[in-house]
């Protein structure tokens, strides 16, 4: 049995035996009714701060709620890992990963890089790196990103700005303000011939608005959130890390009971809280395939739609 549970048979009554793409695709009718929780005649123009779900989507997630709340410990021990595995094997493929392991499910983006910063901070302490020794960002990284490399490399003595030997490099994928789609696999390249030790991608508006694929870009860390741009609930998000690179101790900044496990499973147990958001990743993925293109003709239509308006 694979540590990280990737040989675990799923079964399970929450999950959908194999989401593909549907025969028919979504009427404008039933486009209306998958959004009438939200307020009518008013635009949402922002979809990146927060995104939006369909209703499909939340039922599936309120049945998972229920599923703990019906019979909580059998959720635990037969259902909630099933689940979140089923949820990393639509991410995987998604994003092109060589191995299930290399996909985590995280809260959000904010998580995603206290994990990859603290594992950066520990290398520090334990003397792996030099007092002053760098991690490099984009000014414009979005201000938790910056308060968290102030948090974490800095108290261990590491250096943000002035650069010597570069241990990390946090690259945006696209930046919110303003928004810009960065060419992170050549900056990747780049990084990788001056030496850079880890580079990690900050792509919270990755999935489902960009194309991501992890084999072409080679970053050791690729955060993206769900919740923005793939119609999962809040809180859903993924931390992808390269098997390859050396990648040493990555935890949870959230310690319970499967500490050393392997850092997929520490994270699909963080102690006792809702994980519905986390486990409706394939009915998002069925959403997005009943538009013309999948996943594809929704970005190909939004870029189109962000042109006209522009
Ligand atoms: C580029 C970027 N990184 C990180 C974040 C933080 O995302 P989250 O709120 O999911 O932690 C955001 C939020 O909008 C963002 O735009």
């Not at 799923?10 to 989401?19: A, G, Q, R, T, V």
């Not at 209306?32 to 779900?53: M, T, W």
């Not at 998580?111 to 000014?139: H, M, P, Y």
């Not at 003709?297 to 189109?304: D, E, F, T, V």
Request: glycine content about 6%; hydrophobic content about 40%.
């Amino acid at each position: 049995m694979d540590t990280n549970g990737a040989d675990t048979k799923i079964s399970n009554p929450c999950l959908p035996e194999k989401p593909e793409l549907s025969p028919t695709l979504i009427s404008d009718t039933e486009l209306l009714s998958e959004f009438s929780h939200h307020v009518q005649n008013k635009a949402r123009i922002n979809n990146g701060s927060f995104g939006c779900r369909p209703n499909s989507v939340l039922s599936a997630q309120q049945k998972w709620q229920l599923e703990f709340l019906k019979q909580s410990d059998d959720f635990y021990f037969n259902g909630l890992k099933d689940g979140i595995l089923k949820s990393r094997l639509v991410i995987k493929d998604l994003v092109n990963a060589d191995h299930v392991d290399e996909i985590s499910i995280v809260d959000n983006a904010t998580t995603a890089t206290a994990i990859v910063l603290q594992s950066v901070a520990w290398e520090f302490l334990q003397g792996k790196f030099n007092k002053g020794d760098a991690a490099v960002t984009l000014q414009y990284a979005t201000g938790a990103v910056k308060k968290s490399l102030e948090a974490y490399i800095m108290r261990a003595d590491g250096n943000v700005i002035e650069v010597q030997k570069v241990r990390l490099a946090m690259i945006d994928h696209v930046t919110s303000i303003p928004s810009v789609l960065i060419p992170v696999k050549e900056l990747i390249k780049v990084c990788r011939e001056d030496g850079v030790d880890k580079v990690f991608v900050d792509g919270a508006h990755g999935i489902g608005c960009v194309d991501v694929d992890m084999k072409e870009m080679a970053a050791d860390f690729y955060t993206s959130t769900l919740n923005k741009w793939f119609f999962c609930p809040p809180v859903a998000a993924i931390l992808y890390f390269r098997k390859s690179s050396e990648v040493n101790d990555l935890h949870h900044p959230v310690v319970s009971h499967e500490y050393g496990n392997g850092f997929p499973i520490e994270s699909a147990w963080i102690g006792t809280r809702d994980y519905s958001a986390q486990l409706v990743v394939p009915q998002a993925l069925e959403f997005v395939n009943r538009f013309e293109g999948g996943i594809e003709g929704i970005k190909k239509r939004n870029h189109k739609a962000v042109g006209e308006m522009g």
